[in-house]
């Protein structure tokens, strides 16, 4: 049993493995243990699951016998009977207070109604995305990081919506893992449009690979190469002087 903000509640041994430890070998600080669950106490915990997807169940037919534009998402019940969320979705205000009054008479504690934004309901349902890996909202992630478009561009990604965007219908959260390392390595790079000398041989920057660190390039002749780190390492940029205009 740990000491939560809800009270105590039982919780499981995830591990005693390496990665629990800090540098040193000194354990990392996590919930102090009050003391070992009580059978009764497992057995009511095992139990939540259940009466949560009753609740569940009881909310969606009051919400349809009261005509509300919502969409319950999930149901929450504290291990101590405290207090029932109930989380849902809905795109614009809505009037829940009678359906909450019937709730509280069905069962007999506190209840809560919480709005989700899309992100934080697929977080909840969980899935697959399109990597074919379990969705990293549901798996790790805790908090929810800015993502825009921009991060698609500057790893040279399609801006196709259907290939980077997620179940939730927002720009996947993966596009923020290597954004900096796309950015970083970018600018040890030419600009692509910079004219820049190399070998003796003037050449125009046409694209950037940050991952090979190679370039696309076009010389005076108009014939485009690709070359290596090895190759460009030393460049210098070619000046082009601005012609004054006569007054």
């Not at 692509?192 to 000398?197: L, P, S, T």
Request: hydrophobic share 35%; aromatic share 6%.
């Amino acid at each position: 049993m740990i000491k939560t903000d809800h009270g105590l509640e039982p919780a499981m041994v995830a591990c005693s493995a390496p990665s629990c430890r800090e540098a040193g070998g000194r354990p990392k600080p996590a919930e102090e243990l009050i003391r070992r669950a009580t059978s009764d106490e497992t057995a009511r915990f095992e139990a939540l699951p259940v009466s949560e997807n009753q609740a569940f169940e009881l909310c969606v037919e009051l919400i349809l016998k009261h005509k509300l534009a919502m969409r319950l998402v999930r149901v929450e019940r504290f291990f101590n009977g405290s207090k029932i969320i109930f989380y849902f979705t809905a795109n614009n205000r809505v009037d829940f207070r009678d359906l909450v009054k019937d709730l509280v008479q069905q069962f007999h504690t506190r209840v809560e109604m919480r709005q989700v934004g899309v992100r934080h309901e697929t977080k909840m349902v969980g899935g697959l995305g399109i990597c074919g890996r379990e969705l990293c909202c549901s798996s790790f992630i805790k908090k929810f990081d800015s993502v825009s478009i921009k991060m698609a561009k500057e790893q040279d990604l399609p801006l196709n919506p259907a290939k980077i965007s997620g179940l939730c219908n927002r720009l996947l959260c993966c596009l923020t893992y290597e954004y900096e390392t796309y950015k970083q390595e970018r600018r040890a790079m030419p600009r692509a449009g910079r004219k820049i000398e190399v070998g003796g041989q003037t050449y125009q920057v046409l694209r950037q690979h940050p991952l090979q660190q190679s370039l696309l390039v076009r010389n005076s002749e108009g014939e485009q190469a690709t070359l290596t780190a090895d190759q460009w390492q030393g460049y210098e940029v070619v000046r082009v002087e601005k012609k004054m205009k006569k007054k």
